[in-house]
């Protein structure tokens, strides 16, 4: 974080500073599992959404250096199914930061561990709300675009 950064007034009267969506990227690795997938040996979708929301929120918390509760899921839809013993590899970045909220893009690549072939299984954005201990919404941290990409 540059000092120059502007800095916002947080609801408790500290300043906050603008920061990049590279310092909250996370990356997770999962196998699927015979106990994770339906009776065809495809992974059942409410598995790679929990994936989703689990890094999702754990880039949240990363940006908003707070707790952080999903509240919403834009269109998901499923393009290339995750068999088991494949790989799902799940990215998230923040994309948006507003007053309370923050919307996070998050990304599903299927891998076939043995060949190394990857795919694009799906993609969805969650929005996430920032809370304090009393479960109220919080002031998130402005968001700092660096490339073209997180300009757009």
């Known amino acids: 974080m540059a000092s120059s950064d502007p800095p916002c007034e947080a609801g408790n009267g500290s300043q906050m500073h603008a920061v990049s969506p590279s310092t909250s990227v996370t990356v997770m690795t999962e196998m699927l599992l015979p106990n994770q997938a339906n009776s065809e040996g495809?992974?059942?979708?409410?598995?790679?959404?929990?994936?989703?929301?689990?890094?999702?929120?754990?880039?949240?918390?990363?940006?908003?250096?707070?707790?952080?509760?999903?509240?919403?899921?834009?269109?998901?839809?499923?393009?290339?199914?995750?068999?088991v013993g494949e790989v799902g590899i799940i990215k998230a970045r923040v994309t948006r930061a507003f007053r309370t909220s923050l919307e996070i893009e998050v990304t599903v690549q299927v891998e076939n561990?043995?060949?190394?072939?990857?795919?694009?299984?799906?993609?969805?954005?969650?929005?996430?709300?920032?809370?304090?201990?009393?479960?109220?919404?919080?002031?998130?941290?402005?968001?700092?675009?660096?490339?073209?990409?997180?300009?757009a």
């Open 113 to 151: 561990p043995m060949t190394g072939d990857s795919a694009h299984c799906c993609r969805g954005f969650l929005t996430f709300v920032t809370v304090g201990h009393d479960l109220r919404p919080t002031m998130v941290r402005p968001l700092l675009p660096e490339t073209a990409e997180e300009r």
């Open 42 to 83: 495809v992974a059942q979708g409410g598995q790679i959404l929990a994936w989703m929301d689990l890094c999702a929120g754990i880039t949240a918390r990363r940006h908003a250096r707070s707790p952080a509760i999903t509240v919403g899921l834009d269109e998901l839809t499923f393009e290339k199914p995750l068999k």
